[in-house]
């Protein structure tokens, strides 16, 4: 084996970001009432202008194939969270609608998971912290898009 590949202070950069990430995740989606990827997709619908987006655009947007997307929105739907209408842009597409119940369960959601932000990534960290993370973050994100 590469000792020196091994302990490279890249690949442990790597290593503590993922460390940390995998504690936080299930800490700040606990309490949610819904599960994490509903909750994943009703945000983006939340923070986007119209409250809508293209099916393949916000299946892209929190990772999942478009199979995988179609049976959770399928889901969501059927739940009455989100619904389903044409695009008037594209006879072919579908846009993801955040419902009145939707925004409803986004709410109850988000409380309980800013109140875990603030304790397990805001508190932590000093304002200057979390402004360097932030601009970090956003440039590990702007430079892979």
């Given at each position: 084996m590469n000792e020196q590949l091994l302990n490279d202070d890249d690949v442990t950069l790597f290593g503590l970001f993922v460390e940390a990430y995998?504690?936080?995740k299930p800490l700040v989606n606990r309490d949610l009432d819904?599960?994490?990827t509903w909750f994943e997709v009703l945000l983006?619908?939340?923070?986007?202008?119209g409250h809508q987006l293209r099916m393949t655009d916000l299946a892209e947007?929190?990772?999942?194939s478009s199979g995988g997307?179609?049976?959770l929105a399928d889901r969501m739907e059927k739940e009455g969270l989100i619904r389903r209408d044409p695009d008037p842009a594209d006879r072919r597409a579908a846009l993801a609608v955040l419902t009145d119940k939707g925004g409803q369960a986004l709410d109850h959601a988000l409380t309980a998971h800013v109140s875990h932000l603030r304790n397990h990534v805001a508190g932590p960290l000093?304002?200057?912290?979390?402004?360097?993370?932030?601009?970090?973050?956003?440039t590990l994100r702007d430079a892979n898009a």
């Open positions: 995998s504690l936080i819904i599960p994490h983006r619908l939340g923070r986007t202008p947007a929190v990772s999942f997307f179609t049976r000093s304002v200057e912290d979390r402004s360097h993370l932030e601009r970090i973050l956003r």
